[in-house]
């Protein structure tokens, strides 16, 4: 069982910045792939961004060059980096892990609420 937990949520304006942390349980975290979706509400979950290995990433293109993941697997954490937020950002944000490395996410954090305002 792999537990996450996602922290760093809040309110910001437009234009502004926000860092989503998601901490992981377990001993085998750097062979895990980690994935970040979100939810706006009404709306279906949604791809944002994906890290596996140590630094391949892929992103959604409506982050693309806005978002950064990383991870940092001495803490067995991973990161969203969020620049130049928009309102369209706004949603709940999970994180979610593969424990083979690949992109089939089998465990799910709580969420992060992310509210970008105009």
């Known amino acids: 069982q792999v537990q996450l937990v996602e922290s760093g949520g809040g309110l910001v304006q437009a234009g502004g910045s926000l860092r989503l942390s998601c901490a992981a349980s377990?001993?085998?975290?750097?062979?895990?792939?980690m994935g970040w979706f979100r939810q706006a509400l009404g709306k279906e979950r949604e791809f944002v961004a994906r890290?596996?290995?140590?630094?391949?990433?892929y992103y959604a293109d409506s982050v693309k060059g806005r978002f950064t993941i990383s991870r940092d697997n001495a803490k067995n954490t991973v990161y969203l980096q969020m620049n130049s937020l928009k309102p369209e950002d706004t949603a709940v944000y999970y994180c979610?892990?593969?424990?083979?490395?690949?992109?089939?996410?089998?465990?799910w954090g709580q969420g992060t609420q992310v509210t970008v305002s105009s």
């Open positions: 377990g001993r085998t975290f750097f062979n895990y792939g």
């Open positions: 890290i596996i290995s140590r630094s391949v990433t």
């Open positions: 979610a892990a593969d424990p083979l490395g690949g992109t089939q996410y089998k465990y």
